[in-house]
């Protein structure tokens, strides 16, 4: 039998994107090699940053008020609470690229904001030591996304909708030349008139490295914060953005919401420790957790206590950190979706929107030219 359209890969991007395709009455088959919502990629750990004051380009804002309007819509159409607003907080110095970048973006589309200085900060957020010259952007809709659930909640529907979903099945091989597909799994062959790649950090071979894509190895630990977790419950306290001391990778956290004994989930945005998933060191080391309390504790003295969990998951980095999404430069029946460099999970609603109308239609009203494929395919 043969399918519209073939998605490669069921995780943040791929699952999203099989629902919209099923719900617009397309015939889908969907292919993984692990189960669903696992570990072993890129959307696992419990927790996501969703904010709208986008300091890396206010590009992506217009697509993330979207993606807030499609999680909505997937919470009520599963019956889960997946999108939890907690607020959100960056802190930097006042005159620093993540306080002033993420004002800009702010008031550039009308995103409520307010910005509290010096002492102010600890009043409002007794946990918080700000230094000397800083400020911190509050950001009234920030929050965080449930991302297994959310990945559990979009294959639940698309599997009621129609799809056909394959889990523990590998995709071997592909073929695009000529009229539509052909797919070759560790069980059998499928054909379609359209395959969509959304392999996260498995691009490189699913694409037979066309893109200068560099998949490098992150850490996110659980502190037990030498407080307790009550100044940290989900009810006054934010998602948070801190700037490390020389302006560069910034810290981030969650608030207290794996219960008393859970810890707060911190990481450092961006390690960058070059790995594939077949080689990444899953193992997590004593060095990896001293370098997030470290950073962590210098404006919140109380992350300075145990570590009480720890795992390793992958960024699929761009060259220019921007998305990949676009039609694949060589094949017209192959979608590609890659590159999400770190901080794609907020944007998987829209982007399976995105990606349903390209495998449909070959375009899309959204604004994606700053994601485009052609930007620095190695295969022209
Ligand atoms: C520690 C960490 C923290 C992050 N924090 C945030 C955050 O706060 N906010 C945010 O917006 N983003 C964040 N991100 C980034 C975000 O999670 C990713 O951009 C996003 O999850 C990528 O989704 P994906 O669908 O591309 O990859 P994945 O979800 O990994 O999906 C790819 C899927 O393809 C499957 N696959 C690959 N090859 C094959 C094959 N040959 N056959 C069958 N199946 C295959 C894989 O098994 C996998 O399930 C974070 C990432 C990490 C690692």
Redesign the pocket.
């Known amino acids: 039998m043969s399918r519209d359209v073939i998605v490669?890969?069921?995780?943040?991007?791929?699952?999203a994107a099989a629902l919209h395709l099923a719900e617009r009455g397309k015939r889908v088959l969907g292919?993984?090699?692990?189960s669903a919502a696992?570990d072993?990629?890129?959307?696992h750990?419990g927790?996501?940053?969703?904010r709208q004051a986008y300091f890396e380009s206010p590009h992506y804002i217009p697509l993330v008020l979207r993606a807030y309007e499609l999680w909505r819509k997937l919470e009520r159409d599963s019956g889960k609470r997946l999108l939890h607003i907690t607020g959100g907080l960056n802190i930097g110095s006042r005159d620093g690229e993540l306080v002033r970048r993420t004002i800009a973006a702010a008031e550039q589309h009308a995103i409520p904001f307010e910005v509290v200085e010096g002492s102010a900060i600890s009043r409002r957020f007794p946990v918080v030591a700000p230094l000397t010259g800083d400020a911190a952007v509050h950001e009234t809709n920030a929050g965080?996304?449930l991302?297994e659930e959310c990945?559990r909640a979009h294959l639940a529907l698309a599997s009621h909708a129609g799809a056909e979903l394959l889990f523990e099945?590998?995709?071997?091989s592909w073929n695009a030349e000529g009229d539509g597909v052909e797919v070759r799994?560790s069980k059998g062959t499928y054909s379609a008139e359209h395959l969509l790649i959304?392999?996260?950090?498995?691009?490189n071979?699913?694409l037979h490295e066309i893109f200068p894509l560099r998949v490098t190895r992150?850490?996110?630990a659980w502190i037990q914060p030498t407080t307790g977790v009550r100044p940290f419950l989900p009810e006054s306290f934010p998602v948070f953005l801190c700037e490390d001391l020389d302006g560069g990778f910034p810290g981030?956290g969650f608030p207290a919401i794996d219960g008393p004994a859970g810890g707060i989930k911190a990481?450092i945005?961006g390690s960058d420790w070059q790995c594939s998933?077949e080689s990444v060191d899953r193992e997590v080391h004593q060095a990896d957790v001293r370098r997030i309390v470290e950073q962590l504790r210098v404006r919140m003295p109380a992350l300075d206590g145990e570590v009480v969990r720890a795992k390793t998951?992958?960024?699929?980095m761009s060259p220019d950190e921007h998305f990949v999404i676009g039609l694949h430069p060589r094949f017209s029946s192959c979608t590609v979706?890659?590159g999400?460099?770190?901080?794609?999970?907020?944007?998987?609603s829209v982007v399976g929107e995105i990606l349903a109308d390209l495998a449909t239609k070959g375009s899309t009203s959204h604004p994606i030219s700053l994601f485009s494929p052609q930007r620095f395919s190695c295969d022209q």
Do not use: D
């Open positions: 490669l890969g069921l995780g943040a991007m791929g699952s292919i993984e090699q692990f696992h072993q990629g890129s959307s750990g927790s996501r940053m969703i965080y996304l991302p990945i099945e590998t995709v071997l799994t959304t392999a996260g950090p498995w691009a071979q699913a992150q850490v996110m981030y990481a945005h998933p998951c992958m960024y699929t979706a890659c999400f460099s770190g901080h794609g999970f907020k944007f998987a």
